[in-house]
């Protein structure tokens, strides 16, 4: 199993800044890629960045050019940085893990961190 705390959310105005951080403790030799995932009252979660553990990064269309995920595998540490933020950014921001173990992918989930975009 794998651990993952979240941290770095908060509030923000609009066209600020945040850096989330999600630190990944356990089983990381087995962790296969990392993701960002977001959900806002009323919708369902949906996935933000993703990266593979060869780097090989993904992005939905929402934050291309403002959102970077990032990773320091000396820290066993993913990123989030946020640019240029929106209103509509304003949800519970998820660390996600995936891992494979044999032919087997198990899925590990942090406990989510608010960012709040609003003036």
């Known amino acids: 199993q794998v651990q993952l705390v979240e941290s770095g959310g908060g509030l923000v105005q609009p066209g600020g800044s945040l850096r989330l951080s999600c630190a990944a403790s356990?089983?990381?030799?087995?962790?296969?890629?990392m993701a960002w995932y977001r959900q806002a009252p009323g919708n369902q979660r949906e996935l933000v960045a993703l990266?593979?553990?060869?780097?090989?990064?993904t992005y939905a269309d929402a934050v291309k050019g403002r959102f970077t995920i990032s990773r320091d595998n000396a820290k066993n540490t993913m990123y989030l940085q946020m640019s240029s933020l929106k209103p509509e950014d304003t949800a519970v921001y998820y660390c996600?893990?995936?891992?494979?173990?044999?032919?087997?992918?198990?899925?590990?989930w942090g406990q989510g961190t608010q960012v709040t975009v609003s003036s």
């Open positions: 996600r893990a995936r891992r494979l173990i044999g032919t087997t992918v198990s899925v590990d």
């Open positions: 356990g089983s990381i030799s087995s962790i296969i890629d």
């Open positions: 990266i593979t553990r060869s780097g090989t990064t």
